[in-house]
């Protein structure tokens, strides 16, 4: 194990200042440890990116080290999970859902162990990192692996909410949270059931579908359209497989138009996934996807890149705006 920073530290205090949601993984895993649940924990030499490090100060002999080897993490967490534990294994989601997308497969979702993979940083959120550590894929990457759940929490409190529905899931889970900047959407008491959406609310004129850091930029956009005198309504899909096929079709049958909205590159994503529903139960809405447009996304501070593909709050409703014109 490496050395752990001393909470007093420049720059521990530092990270969790810039990014405050950091600390949501390793609090709510203290907590379900201190509840008696099987958890332990590894990071591959970013316990400090992804905030393991409480974790790890907390409950040093459940927690690994595995430095920069998200490869082997994967397949040891797998390992680690047939003997009765309750892996919780974190790295960027660039490197997880591309690097470790057999270990994933063959490891952990083939042989059906309770893993439960964190990618963080995901989409466009390590902005001046570039392509390498972009995650504009990994949502297709992971929801075509048999018997793996796909989250994509919108916050902190979402987050937690899901960690602790996930200790009685039988499935693995890939979990896609952001970088710890997350704008609060729900209270921290806010009810979470995989496989469950969250509706705000369905418009006449549009329904937005959004997941992760989108929904924010999406709940904006809705209040400013509705303030305007439209119809527009919001689903907030954290769970994109199982995908909630009741709340998809439901707009479809009220919903004029039908607009997803992702960072992650429009095909194969969340886009894709309600529109294999809406093919399938041939619900009568228009579909428009909203996100990366199947491109390498470009090198700039995270704040620039959603302001350029139209992921924040204005550019959001730039796009339902157009689509109501």
Request: aromatic share 6%.
């Amino acid at each position: 194990m490496s050395t752990i920073l001393h909470p007093d530290s420049w720059q521990y205090r530092e990270i969790n200042k810039r990014a405050p949601s950091l600390a949501t993984l390793a609090d709510t895993l203290i907590e379900l440890a201190e509840a008696g649940h099987p958890v332990v924990a590894g990071a591959a030499d970013l316990q400090y990116s992804n905030g393991l490090v409480g974790f790890a100060r907390r409950f040093p002999e459940r927690f690994t080290q595995f430095g920069i080897s998200e490869q082997n993490m994967v397949s040891a967490a797998a390992g680690m999970a047939t003997t009765g534990v309750m892996p919780y294994v974190a790295t960027f989601a660039s490197f997880l859902a591309l690097l470790c997308c057999e270990q994933i497969r063959m490891d952990v979702a083939y042989c059906a162990q309770p893993v439960r993979l964190i990618g963080h940083h995901t989409g466009i959120s390590l902005g001046f990192y570039g392509t390498s550590h972009h995650a504009t894929e990994d949502i297709a990457i992971m929801r075509s692996i048999a018997d793996l759940t796909v989250i994509s929490t919108a916050d902190g409190p979402q987050f937690a909410a899901a960690l602790r529905a996930s200790v009685n899931h039988p499935q693995p889970i890939y979990f896609r949270i952001s970088r710890g900047h997350d704008p609060v959407v729900y209270a921290n008491d806010a009810p979470f059931e995989i496989g469950k959406a969250v509706v705000h609310g369905i418009g006449n004129d549009i329904t937005i579908i959004a997941c992760g850091m989108a929904v924010h930029s999406a709940k904006q956009a809705m209040e400013a359209l509705n303030g305007k005198g439209h119809s527009v309504g919001l689903i907030d899909m954290h769970t994109i497989k199982p995908l909630d096929r009741d709340a998809v079709m439901a707009a479809a049958r009220k919903s004029r138009i039908i607009l997803t909205v992702e960072e992650h590159n429009i095909l194969g994503g969340l886009g894709g996934a309600v529109a294999e529903v809406l093919a399938e139960e041939g619900g009568g809405a228009r579909l428009v996807r909203h996100g990366i447009k199947d491109e390498y996304s470009l090198i700039a501070p995270p704040s620039h890149l959603y302001r350029h593909y139209k992921l924040d709050g204005p550019g959001v409703e730039t796009v339902a705006q157009s689509l109501l014109a």
